[in-house]
């Protein structure tokens, strides 16, 4: 297979259809894309079981999910964090998604991770308390200094907990941030990284690996 030819790659996740098409990265939901694509040559990875026998029927589709392996991975490990891993040698790996997921890579070995509710699940935590805490996250919030509203107490308790269990595994090597809401996550880390081209990155170093080209 030749990705010069099959241009468009899909990471096909658990709320949207995200599609690099060689210059910019779309969000799709499932239905718009696969109406948009079906009728194109398109290679993806998938954590969406639900939508299996669906984008297996395509037959101009193409699933790598089974090429992309990481040194030190576990079983049931999502095929995008193996991506995100697999874009650098070494980092810590933030996906801020439906979830917020955290891996650490130290020169091409997986050493392990964790995983948070997304940012809006906190949110409709809060909210399941008691009404009057619904809220959303504070933009700018300064985390040096102790909040006095309660939407910034909110966005304090929400955010700089996960910064702390971030920074606890930073240990000064480069961090990086995708997804939805990673790029508002990174600007509470000095010098953060944000990039929505890690997993079709990661997704293009296994296709090398497997000696197939870009």
Request: hydrophobic share 35%; proline share 2%.
């Amino acid at each position: 297979m030749n990705l010069q030819a099959d241009l468009l790659l899909a990471d096909i996740g658990n709320t949207y259809f995200h599609v690099y098409d060689g210059k910019k990265v779309e969000h799709l939901l499932y239905e718009d894309a696969i109406a948009k694509y079906k009728e194109k040559k398109l290679t993806y990875i998938s954590v969406n079981h639900h939508l299996g026998e669906q984008i297996e029927a395509i037959t101009l589709w193409k699933n790598i999910s089974s090429l992309l392996h990481i040194p030190g991975e576990y079983e049931t490990m999502g095929v995008d964090r193996k991506a995100l891993c697999l874009s650098h040698t070494s980092g810590v790996f933030v996906d801020a998604g439906s979830a917020i997921t955290v891996d650490v890579v130290e020169e091409g070995v997986y050493k392990g991770g964790f995983i948070l509710p997304g940012l809006k699940a906190y949110e409709k935590s809060y909210k399941g308390i008691s009404p009057v805490l619904e809220s959303d996250l504070e933009e700018g919030l300064d985390l040096d200094r102790l909040p006095r509203t309660t939407k910034e107490q909110i966005s304090y308790g929400i955010i700089a907990s996960i910064k702390a269990l971030i920074d606890k595994h930073c240990k000064g090597q480069v961090l990086y941030f995708t997804g939805g809401d990673g790029h508002f996550l990174s600007t509470f880390f000095p010098k953060a990284r944000y990039d929505e081209m890690l997993v079709f990155n990661g997704m293009k170093s296994a296709l090398k690996e497997q000696g197939l080209t870009c």
